[in-house]
């Protein structure tokens, strides 16, 4: 059976910024939840410290998971009936400006931590958080906290 699988990507050498996005974010009590996620609900995850990606790099990762998206709905389109397009907005990890809707000097996955969450692993990007909806801002907390209720 497929699991939901999560990916959550911050950087050590950056205390997350002080922005509702990085709400009651705490790297320790984040770690709880997810080990409570894994045990309770079977919910694998992985912990990724950008630190150890230069700029470059990290650029790369990014552009390589929006480009994998896009292949795998691409993909499923054509093999599975009544697949519904899930439109993950990728654009705010590639350009932070489209998100806060100025020029900001940070970046997902270092000053603001970012979680990514799969349908299952090596499957279809479901989402990513922090996420905006409108004008209500949906943290990595706030997110885990409710699967944690499910």
Known sequence: MNMMYLELYYNSNFEPLNIPENEEFNINEILFLLDRLKTEKRIEFEIIDTAKFSEEEWQNKLKSMALYNETLKIKKQKTEKGYLSITV?????????????????????????????????????????????????????EFLETLKQC
Do not use: C, H, W
């Open 89 to 141: 907005d990728m654009e705010k990890l590639l350009n932070p400006k489209s998100y806060f809707n100025k020029a900001v000097p940070i970046q997902f996955g270092k000053e603001i931590p970012l979680l990514v969450v799969y349908k299952a692993k090596n499957d279809l990007l479901l989402n990513t958080y922090p996420d905006k909806q409108g004008a209500k801002i949906i943290t990595i907390r």
